[in-house]
Nanobody
């Protein structure tokens, strides 16, 4: 009923920037907290950043000052602006959202993941 579709990943040189997007579609009534996670090879998935529906931001220590999360509620879309990228930022990035549908069902939704590779 609800899909999250990510875009914007790719190969970038160290020091470069990327902007990830995640668009939600389906029978959406409202979206609560949205977040970005990442999973590097051989590592567990970790939270990068989140925004609650009330505008409370949360960043991992590694993301502070480097990444910026944002959301456009009118478009049901979230973004992750990533600057000064380093090879350690290489990972598959996933968006996540708590969604209340028009049928009053609550889903914890995930995007399909987008690869970000930082390499020269």
């Amino acid at each position: 009923q609800v899909q999250l579709v990510e875009s914007g990943g790719g190969l970038v040189q160290p020091g470069g920037s990327l902007r990830l997007s995640c668009a939600a579609s389906g029978s959406i009534f409202s979206i609560n907290t949205v977040a970005w996670y990442r999973q590097a090879p051989g590592k567990q998935r970790e939270l990068v950043a989140s925004i609650s529906s009330h505008g409370v931001y949360n960043y991992s220590d590694s993301a502070k000052g480097q990444f910026t999360i944002s959301r456009d509620n009118a478009k049901n879309t979230m973004y992750l602006q990533m600057n000064s990228l380093k090879p350690v930022d290489t990972a598959v990035y996933y968006c996540n959202a708590g969604v209340l549908t028009t049928r009053w069902e609550v889903f914890d939704c995930w995007g399909q993941g987008t690869q970000v590779t930082v390499s020269s």
